[in-house]
């Protein structure tokens, strides 16, 4: 066989690298965040929040931070791990067995599973997150939430909408 001709074989390199790079850029930067809020439970002093928290993405997300009220540290972050089909919300999670709080950096957001594999994992009878939610213990009330988190190496931050529902300065 003939061997390429190196201006050919530079545009063929050039090509494909201007192929990847497109895909990578979709991935990380156009293609909408991969954390999705399910939906938030507010207590009556609207101190205390909780908010469900649902990886959409391909790979683990990690959390590194919350920031309520412009840009402001909560008094007290923590994230909420279920191991069954009770969502990280509402009331009576402390007394939950299936439901843990840990620091946020402790366990990584894995990808969203579907519901039918949710219901064999739980028949498995191992301990695998299904359900995640953050909450949030702050002096004053919350009426913003700002998250920063690494996804596939990158960090990332994104405030959170919070909906109609809230109290907005």
């Not at 965040?33 to 990690?62: C, L, Q, R, Y």
């Not at 599973?113 to 953050?134: C, E, F």
């Not at 909450?135 to 919350?142: G, T």
């Amino acid at each position: 066989m003939k061997p390429r001709s190196k201006p050919l074989r530079r545009l063929l390199y050039m090509g494909l690298g201007l192929l990847l790079s497109s895909i990578l850029l979709y991935l990380l930067f156009l293609r909408p965040t991969p954390i999705k809020v399910g939906g938030f439970t507010s207590f009556t002093d609207e101190n205390t929040m909780i908010f469900e928290v649902i990886n959409k993405g391909f790979a683990d997300v990690e959390l590194l931070d919350v920031r309520v009220n412009n840009g402001m540290k909560p008094a007290k972050s923590e994230l909420g791990v279920s191991y069954s089909l009770h969502l990280v919300g509402g009331g009576g999670l402390d007394e939950d067995p299936d439901i843990e709080f840990v620091d946020l950096r402790k366990v990584p957001l894995k990808p969203e599973i579907m519901p039918d594999k949710k219901r064999a994992a739980l028949n498995q009878g191992s301990r695998i997150p299904l359900n995640y939610g953050v909450r949030l213990y702050n002096d004053e009330p919350i009426t913003q939430i700002e998250v920063k988190y690494r996804y596939w190496g990158i960090t990332f931050t994104r405030e959170m909408p919070m909906g109609r529902f809230f109290n907005k300065p």
